[in-house]
């Protein structure tokens, strides 16, 4: 069974970094799409960052609301990828989640969910 496993959430201040994990068993990242998306109460689901599959070219994707502070990166000999978060604001607290999809690039559809990490920004 496909298991996507996100890590690295918690608390920080405002201004403070976190970097996030996701881990996949039973499931190849290499040649996958990897999207990040976040959930805060009472908002709609949010993509934060996406990365095409190596045999692509790799590259990414961030909305305006986290372009400059968000990272999306690789380790393909760990199957894990990361989303370095600087800069933090208030406005980043949500659950966030990664997913992914045997597929090129990113627009595609996602298949596969973790099952998300908390992040909370406040002083």
């Known amino acids: 069974q496909v298991q996507l496993v996100e890590s690295g959430g918690g608390w920080v201040q405002p201004g403070g970094s976190l970097r996030l994990s996701c881990a996949a068993s039973?499931?190849?990242?290499?040649?996958?799409?990897i999207g990040w998306f976040r959930q805060a109460p009472g908002m709609e689901r949010e993509e934060v960052s996406c990365?095409?599959?190596?045999?692509?070219?790799?590259?990414?994707y961030y909305p305006d609301s986290v372009k400059g502070r968000f990272t999306i990166s690789r380790d393909n000999a760990k199957n894990t990828v990361y989303l370095q978060m600087n800069s933090l604001k208030p406005d980043d607290t949500a659950v966030y989640y990664c997913?992914?999809?045997?597929?090129?690039?990113?627009?595609?559809?996602?298949?596969?969910w973790g099952q998300g990490t908390q992040v909370t920004v406040s002083s």
């Open positions: 039973e499931f190849s990242l290499v040649d996958a799409t």
């Open positions: 997913a992914a999809v045997e597929d090129p690039d990113c627009g595609s559809e996602f298949e596969y």
């Open positions: 990365i095409s599959s190596s045999s692509s070219d790799g590259s990414t």
